[in-house]
Structures are given as structure tokens and as C-alpha cells.
């Protein structure tokens, strides 16, 4: 049990880490990604090209505006 604790405590810390605002906001656009694609079809795949880019570097902006006046 010991090691499967381990396991998921790692992966936490490796993908929420500091940052928790981050993984949501990603987690986020992946989900309205996938809902419309099942709403809507393939060509909002097309759209996702663009969203995720773009959401990656509002929360990367987001998160060193946040850092930059809070430390």
C-alpha cells in the first residue's frame, strides 16, 4: 500500500507541484476541448490547436504575474 501511496503522491506533486491554478486551468480547456468535440464534432478538433496554446500561456502569464506580486 505503502508504494501505491508513493506512486500517486509523486504524480501529484509532479503535475499540481506549486501551482494548483495551473493543472485546473489545463484540466479545464482539456475538458471543454473533449466537450465539444462531442457536441459539435471533429472540426472543433481544429479549434483545439489554438486553445490549448493559448490556454497554456494565459495560465503561464497568470502564474508569473501571481508570483511576481506575491513574493
Known amino acids: 500500500m ?28 482539456l475538458i471543454v476541448l473533449f466537450a465539444g468535440i462531442r457536441v459539435i464534432g471533429r472540426d472543433v478538433s481544429i479549434a483545439g490547436v489554438f486553445l ?4 497554456i500561456a494565459g495560465l503561464l ?3 508569473l504575474w501571481r508570483v511576481r506580486h506575491t513574493g
Open 2 to 29: 505503502r508504494y501505491i501511496r508513493g506512486f500517486f503522491a509523486f504524480w501529484y506533486d509532479f503535475i499540481v507541484g506549486d501551482a494548483w491554478e495551473v493543472a485546473a486551468g489545463v484540466l479545464v480547456a
Open 52 to 55: 490549448l496554446p493559448l490556454a
Open 61 to 63: 502569464t497568470f502564474s
